[in-house]
């Protein structure tokens, strides 16, 4: 692992006509997952929880499962954003009922089963009544499971957690509606992972609003900003170098979405609070840290990226420009760019040479978004011509590639904390570097990478795995925000 490893959330109105065929069985145990204990309040939007689902305008059924030979299945009204459970193959007295969570399933509320409800007497089957998925009110990304349990058994069943359409009616808004599920109003950040993370997936979530034009979640920016600017450091400053400068490319991000000059002038401040950085060791280059040990390739090609960006977007500026031309030069020279076109890790500050340490996909594609970047400074073609050698052999590298499919050399040992985020800074720098080239030689790889993580490593909440070639492993604020980063870029 890099460096950054060394650091270390009624009844129901009618029986149902027919039983329709199994989609998908995922018993679960609802004793094996956590549950808060607040009692939910009713939750209104186009309509209040308790809707009548024979009102529904359709029915799908995207998750069931079984026990004792009862089916137990999720249903959706996809155009009023609602859903219901029910139970069929039963008898009296077999109970079901709704979880709403809040977070993506990793806690619902606990002693208030929503519509639960039994088999009358006399029937073989039964359903709850409709509740909302989301709380639009309240800024509540949901999804819902139907659970349920024989009468006369103690053990209960659940589906998988699935969600309505409503803001994940294609590939990537479906992602950034799952990654919002990690989203802490209260932080202003991405439970279940970190600082730098979150960083990255506020950007990506920017960029799916640009990709997308679904700006249901644009209120993040503004509330990532307010509840942490003063936070570490200050400005989005800490003492790591890389942190400071995947902040300060969130806050470009934000700023071309947006136009807000107080976004612009966040990402100046980190810009400078980078440069502080930059020495004669070794002939130039930032740190990677305020404890000033380590040169790598990941933080001077986020200088690099920042720098340039910057430059493209400050009107009559020299002094980002000159800061990204003496990076590049500076990069060039250390030959972190092995003899395979691969950028390793970093370099020997006693020796002042590659260290010869892993080529993390990120290292590759986030100084490609660097070169692209520099070339819309400077129109110098020599730029796509280095990028192109860097972009041809990340894309068909077997280190980095296992049968055409990115795979990132941590995976066999879950990657950690950080490396989940690795692959979709990776596929943002080479799609914004694709887009430089007429040819776009990159788009086929883009789309074979998200092709197989959809089939392969997705959940029903459409929550990614960290093996887009499957199986799906888990999933969490890192590895959804390279998901979203993938699908944007494959849109």
Known sequence: MHSKARRTRMLGAGLLATVMSLALLIPASGSAEAATTAVQATVCNK???????????????????????????????????????????????????????????RTWTSGSRLGDTTIPSGQTGWRTLMYNVDDWNNLGVGALRACGKAGNRTEIACTAWARTTWNAGSRPTAAATALMQSYNLSSGLFDS?????????????????????????????????????????????????????WWGLAWVAAYDLTGDSRYLNTARADADHMHRYWDSTC???????????????????????????????????????????AEWSWFQGTAMINSSHLVNDGINVTTCTNNGDTAWSYNQGVLLGGLAELYRATGNSALLTKGRQ???????????????????????????????????????????????????????????????????????LDAYGLHWAGPLDTSDAARQQSAVDLMNAAS
């Open 283 to 325: 002939g130039g280059g930032v740190w990677w840290s305020t404890a000033k040990t380590y040169k790598n390739a990941i933080a001077n090609s986020l200088y690099l990226e920042l720098n340039a960006a910057l430059h493209n977007r400050v009107p009559s500026d020299t002094t980002y420009l000159a800061r990204a031309n």
């Open 47 to 105: 309509y209040c929880d308790g809707r009548d689902p024979s009102l529904s305008p359709q029915d799908r059924r995207p998750v069931t499962t079984s026990i004792y030979s009862r089916t137990i299945a999720l249903h959706f009204d996809d155009t009023d954003a609602m859903g219901w459970a029910s139970i069929t193959n039963g008898s009296p007295t077999d109970e079901v009922w709704l979880d709403r969570s809040f977070d993506g399933g």
């Open 193 to 245: 992972t970190g600082w730098w993370n979150s960083a990255n997936a506020l950007t990506a979530l920017i960029n799916n609003i640009q990709v997308t034009g679904m700006s249901s979640y644009k209120y993040a920016i503004a509330k990532t900003y307010d509840l942490n600017l003063h936070a570490q450091g200050g400005n989005f400053t800490n003492d790591y170098i890389d942190d400071t400068g």
């Open 390 to 460: 860097i972009g041809d052999a990340s894309t068909t590298s077997t280190a980095l590639n296992s049968g055409g499919i990115l795979r990132e050399p941590c995976e066999t040992g879950g990657c950690g904390a950080d490396g989940p985020s690795f692959k979709g800074a990776y596929i943002r720098g080479l799609n914004a570097f694709n887009a430089q080239l007429s040819d776009r030689p990159y788009t086929s790889y883009i789309h074979r990478q998200a092709d197989s993580a959809y089939a392969n490593d997705r959940t029903p």
